[in-house]
Antibody, heavy 120, light 107 residues
Framework: EVQLVESGGGLVQPGRSLKLSCAAS????????MAWVRQAPTKGLEWVAS????????YYRDSVKGRFTISRDNAKSSLYLQMDSLRSEDTATYYC?????????????WGPGTMVTVSS | DIQMTQSPASLSASLGETVTIQCRAS??????LAWYQQKPGKSPQLLIY???SLQDGVPSRFSGSGSGTQYSLKISSMQTEDEGVYFC?????????FGAGTKLELK
């Protein structure tokens, strides 16, 4: 059974940093692109970043480019999101997802999410 | 960025009723379209990918169709457990973008 479990969320002041982790199990982690998707309270879904199988390619939405870094450790079946210079608009639940391609790319498995609150 | 417009924003349906949700892309996305269901307090679950392929384990009353810029999700017989919010998502180009969601309630 595929399992994705996020950790590392919490309350952080604007301008500070936070690092999210995602522990994956139940599938061959290195066979999948991975992604982070976020959802602000009572809002819709927003793709944040994706990373290729070996971590050699990374992709970001413009609003986080230069502030967030997605990475992975295939030996540990783990995905990470380093978030620097946090802003209030980054407040959201962050979901770790598998990022599958075929006829378009889509997110087939999701973790339960970890909440990040950016506030002074 | 590709804009995804969903309609309606909300709807209510009776048990056994057929439900259709629409999604329009701002440009041709060549069937690179997925649908998700999200229940309160839970993470989204993939229902349909590639515009019309049913994800493993999803009931066959769910179906997707469309091409170009116009897509739809159909629930052939509304059930209690189908209440929730439904999102479409384009997976053709970065940044991947989602529709604003359609809230489906049981009448």
């Amino acid at each position: 059974e595929v399992q994705l479990v996020e950790s590392g969320g919490g309350l952080v002041q604007p301008g500070r940093s936070l690092k999210l982790s995602c522990a994956a199990s139940g599938f061959t982690f290195s066979d999948y692109y991975m992604a982070w998707v976020r959802q602000a309270p009572t809002k819709g879904l927003e793709w944040v970043a994706s990373i290729s199988y070996d971590g050699g390619s990374t992709y970001y939405r413009d609003s986080v480019k230069g502030r967030f870094t997605i990475s992975r450790d295939n030996a540990k079946s783990s995905l990470y999101l380093q978030m620097d210079s946090l802003r209030s608009e980054d407040t959201a639940t962050y979901y770790c997802t598998t990022d599958r391609g075929g006829s378009g790319w889509y997110f087939d498995f999701w973790g339960p999410g970890t909440m990040v609150t950016v506030s002074s | 960025d590709i804009q995804m417009t969903q309609s309606p924003a909300s709807l209510s349906a009776s048990l056994g009723e057929t439900v259709t949700i629409q999604c329009r892309a701002s440009e041709d996305i060549y069937s690179g379209l997925a649908w998700y269901q999200q229940k309160p307090g839970k993470s989204p679950q993939l229902l349909i990918y590639g515009a019309s392929s049913l994800q493993d384990g999803v009931p066959s009353r769910f179906s997707g169709s469309g091409s170009g810029t116009q897509y739809s999700l159909k629930i052939s017989s509304m059930q209690t457990e189908d209440e929730g919010v439904y999102f479409c998502q384009q997976g053709l180009k970065y940044p991947y973008t989602f529709g604003a969601g359609t809230k489906l309630e049981l009448k």
